[in-house]
């Protein structure tokens, strides 16, 4: 257990549907963070939020949307999603921004399934 | 551009010691930091280089050249456990917009 939990875990979706990926840090961090993880491909940031701002938009399309109502939880709105989204969705935290310095903390992913 | 080089697979066998690389071609890089990820499970961080040298903890160390652009992981005395995909990520950005980016990958397989 890292401090970091998401859900669902597993969510499987059509093209048309709508629906969130939650996820929430127990560990009094200030910056989350959303990671996209295909197979054979790094780690792409997504999203970044500090103090609740996000600080951070990597060229993400639309329809991914992201909400940070608080420092402890983040959210990712899917809508209209292509079957090229499928993949690991992974939230983290960390103390602060400084990069290397503040570690970063994983949860365990949502595996999406666009069909 | 901002890119990571590792190795995609390496394979060792218990109690040996295995080293992955990992060169990167970008500017704006003021560290490099290693995490581990089981099947299945989630990042976790295992070293932070911010200066040139090497840093050991416990079994693992890790080694960066800033100058050659150029780092490694260093795992010791090989457990079955140490299987697992292993990422080097470019610490970029300034002290408070800091942000990793992140390798390929590099699978570990451990065997008796």
């Known amino acids: 257990e890292t401090g970091v939990t998401q859900t669902p875990r597993h969510l499987v979706m059509g093209m048309t549907n709508k629906k969130s990926l939650k996820c929430e840090q127990h560990l009094g961090h200030n910056a989350m963070y959303w990671y996209k993880q295909s197979a054979k491909k790094p780690l792409e940031l997504m999203f970044v939020y500090n103090f609740k701002e996000q600080t951070e938009n990597n060229s993400v399309p639309s329809r991914f949307s992201p909400e940070c109502p608080n420092s402890s939880h983040l959210f990712l709105h899917l809508h209209t999603l292509q079957p090229e989204d499928s993949a690991l969705y992974l939230c983290?935290?960390?103390?602060?921004?400084?990069?290397?310095?503040?570690?970063?903390?994983f949860g365990p992913g949502t595996r999406l399934t666009v069909l | 551009g901002q890119s990571l080089e590792q190795p995609s697979e390496v394979t060792a066998v218990e109690g040996a010691i295995v080293q992955i690389n990992c060169t990167y071609q970008t500017s704006g890089f003021y560290g490099l930091s290693w995490y581990q990820q089981h099947d299945g499970g989630a990042p976790t961080f295992l070293s932070y280089?911010?200066?040139?040298g090497l840093e050991e903890t416990g079994r693992f160390s890790s080694f960066l050249s800033r100058s050659d652009s150029y780092g490694y992981l260093l795992l010791q005395e090989l457990q079955m456990k140490d299987s697992a995909s292993y990422f080097c990520?470019?610490?970029?950005?300034?002290?408070?917009?800091?942000?990793?980016?992140f390798g390929q990958g590099t699978t570990l397989q451990v065997k008796p």
């Open positions: 990520a470019g610490v970029h950005g300034s002290s408070n917009t800091g942000k990793l980016i």
């Open positions: 983290a935290s960390s103390q602060d921004r400084d990069g290397g310095k503040d570690t970063q903390y």
């Open positions: 280089n911010a200066l040139d």
